[in-house]
């Protein structure tokens, strides 16, 4: 999905809307705070009480439970999100972050816990846009740093808009500012077809065009922490408790 390790100039970390998830009541339990930046919807948000929900947060306190971790989570804006993580701030990312090669140089990351990817979501009055590359002369909207702005800009032609969350981009496109935005599958979905202020006017087009994998990301080296990730993983998908996940966020 969403984002790059090397967006990391300007580190600004959100008002703290943290709470424990995962009690620490089981003897030996490991704490540890996990960032996430929650302004990706249906993976991490905040509802209405202020919690930090999404899948992505009921996977990590499945993940927890199996592992015998106890989890503080940590919102975070998005820019400074893997800064953080680098200088000791808190212990871990779960913020639909793709695994890439480049990431993979400065962190390490766990199995990969979801499979997704970028699609396009424009007008419903646009009658043309099947791909990108449609978008030629047009503006798109992306979330600064992430992989729907890296895919925008391989687009000759095609002007790439950037915004600090994506809910903005849509707001944008909704005052016909922009023509299009790009984003992972379950984002896309929660914009475009549940909102009820946009579900009338947007629409999405085409295919998923990449093929991405989430992974809870940790500092380069720490192997403790990524054993313990797979191995709550492992657990969570034994139990098949990611499909009732996916049935609660994604369906």
């Not at 390790?5 to 959100?14: C, D, Q, T």
């Not at 008002?15 to 704490?31: D, E, I, N, W, Y």
């Not at 480049?102 to 390490?108: A, H, V, Y």
Request: hydrophobic share 45%.
């Amino acid at each position: 999905m969403r984002k790059s390790w090397f967006m990391l100039s300007a580190v600004l970390i959100l008002a703290a809307l943290s709470f424990a998830t995962v009690p620490a009541q089981a003897a030996g339990a490991r704490k540890i705070v996990v960032a996430t930046d929650a302004t990706w919807p249906p993976m991490e948000m905040v509802d209405a009480n202020k919690q930090i929900v999404g899948f992505d947060i009921d996977f990590m306190n499945a993940v927890a439970k199996e592992a015998g971790l106890a989890v503080t989570y940590k919102n975070t804006a998005w820019d400074g999100i893997f800064a953080g993580l680098a200088s000791g701030q808190y212990d871990a990312i779960i913020s639909s972050v793709t695994i890439t090669d480049e990431r993979k140089k400065n962190f390490d990351f766990s199995d990969p816990y979801i499979n997704i990817g970028q699609i396009i979501v424009v007008p419903k009055t646009d009658k043309i846009t099947k791909k990108l590359a449609d978008l030629k002369g047009k503006k798109a909207g992306a979330q600064i740093g992430t992989t729907g702005a890296f895919e925008i800009k391989k687009n000759a032609g095609v002007e790439l808009k950037t915004y600090d969350e994506i809910g903005l981009a849509f707001e944008d496109m909704a005052a016909g500012r922009i023509m299009a935005v790009v984003c992972d599958e379950p984002t896309a979905a929660h914009y475009a077809l549940q909102k009820q202020e946009y579900k009338a006017k947007f629409k999405i087009v085409g295919e998923p065009f990449t093929h991405e994998g989430y992974g809870i990301t940790v500092k380069k080296g720490d192997k403790e922490l990524i054993a313990l990730f797979n191995k709550g993983i492992k657990a969570v998908r034994a139990k098949k408790l990611d499909e009732k996940l996916r049935k609660k966020w994604l369906r």
